[in-house]
T-cell receptor, first 114, second 111 residues
């Protein structure tokens, strides 16, 4: 019974294409996040939603657009993919913003742009 | 700017020894601290959290927090090859903040 599930697990696509990554959590958490992890393993926050409301929008190209249809889902759409977008993208959730309980991560989506 | 710093390693420790991982943070108001383990090709998983000064033990893992010196450490006793992973330290600056992440320390346990 997966807590935070992401699809697809792997995504290989050509430059210039548009792609989406989906995330769903069944933990009843209020807050969801998108992280990008590059080859050096640094986790960089991209977006955060709390109860479908965007609360964190870091300096990310506007080719990246998150969407939260309800508090259990947070999707990421990427337009005009570039080589530098290649990374692992993690979805995560937490009870609420600033919870002391930590985050639960999805299994990640490895995006390769060729 | 709120920061969390870790030595990137790799830290090489013989099997059966104690592995000691360290982390410092810049925001003195940080309240909660977390250690995540990330195996290669996998997602980070929470292994320890600590909120008060002192030690917190869970099996072979001990987290230590010293707020005066602004550091957090993770000790792994009787290290096993299966402990080889990247360990990420994270701090929570306050109730309205997101986690601030360190860059991770790669730990290698040598049989």
């Amino acid at each position: 019974d997966t807590a935070v599930s992401q699809t697809p697990k792997y995504l290989v696509t050509q430059m210039g294409n548009d792609k989406s990554i989906k995330c769903e959590q069944n933990l009843g958490h209020d807050t969801m996040y998108w992280y990008k992890q590059d080859s050096k393993k640094f986790l960089k926050i991209m977006f955060s939603y709390n109860n479908k409301e965007l609360i964190i929008n870091e300096t990310v190209p506007n080719r990246f657009s998150p969407k939260s249809p309800d508090k259990a889902h947070l999707n990421l759409h990427i337009n005009s993919l570039e080589l530098g977008d290649s990374a692992v993208y993690f979805c995560a959730s937490s009870h609420r913003v600033g919870t002391p309980d930590g985050y639960t991560f999805g299994s990640g989506t490895r995006l390769t742009v060729v | 700017q709120k920061e969390v710093e870790q030595n990137s390693g790799p830290l090489s420790v013989p099997e059966g020894a104690i592995a000691s991982l360290n982390c410092t943070y810049s925001d003195r108001g940080s309240q909660s601290f977390f250690w995540y383990r990330q195996y290669s090709g996998k997602s980070p998983e929470l292994i320890m959290s600590i909120y008060s000064n002192g030690d917190k033990e869970d099996g072979r893992f001990t987290a230590q927090l010293n707020k005066a010196s602004q550091y957090v450490s993770l000790l792994i006793r009787d290290s096993q090859p299966s402990d080889s992973a990247t360990y990420l330290c994270a701090a929570l600056p306050g109730s309205n903040y997101q986690l601030i992440w360190g860059a991770g320390t790669k730990l290698i346990i040598k049989p």
